[in-house]
């Protein structure tokens, strides 16, 4: 277990986020996340009356197709289960985010087009799990293909391209050992002595 052993406690509350990445056979790719909130103990919601324990408060769905470059091309939010009659109405505001891509700013850019009474605080909140997840379905078959590009660029002298994953966080600093293996040109840590 990675944690240490925890206090007494009893359980309450269970959060479960399930994201997958599809490569489609369009060139597209298809990314699904699932979240569910789920209780331990039955309560009462003035809506949907009872609602059980293991029987999910939240249960949101969302699947976006993009391109290599992460350009969101398609967009589609469920709400299956909420705590209000309401909910559901706002998924259509999500087709807003046709058009974006998801890189640096993507969140700024999403907030502004669905967050707050604009959208759905929990849809929110998965985009960042699916935008990730699209970055990690899509980005290792990409470098594969743009690595064996590049080295046949090499073979004529072409410079090579700044890794889009340098200085994304600690382990791809420019000046860390996995930098000067992965991209000796880019890397800026003391020089080996020889």
Known sequence: MPLSAPADRDHIHTRHVE??????????????GHMTDVKTY??????RGEITPGVPLHEMWIRITVDEDLLIHEIEAVTD???????????????RLKGLRMVGGFTNKMKAAVGG????????????????????TIFPLK???????????????????RPPLLDSCHAFASDSPITKKSWPAFYTGPKDEA
């Not at 289960?81 to 087709?95: A, K, L, T």
């Not at 009474?117 to 990690?136: K, N």
């Not at 470098?143 to 391209?161: D, F, G, H, L, S």
């Open 19 to 32: 994201c997958r990445g599809y490569r489609r056979a369009d060139g597209l790719w298809d990314i699904e």
């Open 42 to 47: 039955a309560f009462t919601n003035d809506w």
């Open 81 to 95: 289960n909420s705590p209000f009659r309401m909910c559901p109405d706002i998924v259509g505001n999500f087709q």
């Open 117 to 136: 009474a604009e959208g759905c605080t929990h849809l929110v909140e998965l985009m960042g799990p699916i935008a990730t997840t699209a970055f990690q």
């Open 143 to 161: 470098t594969k293909r743009e690595k064996t590009a590049e080295e046949i660029a090499a073979a004529v002298e072409a410079p090579p391209k």
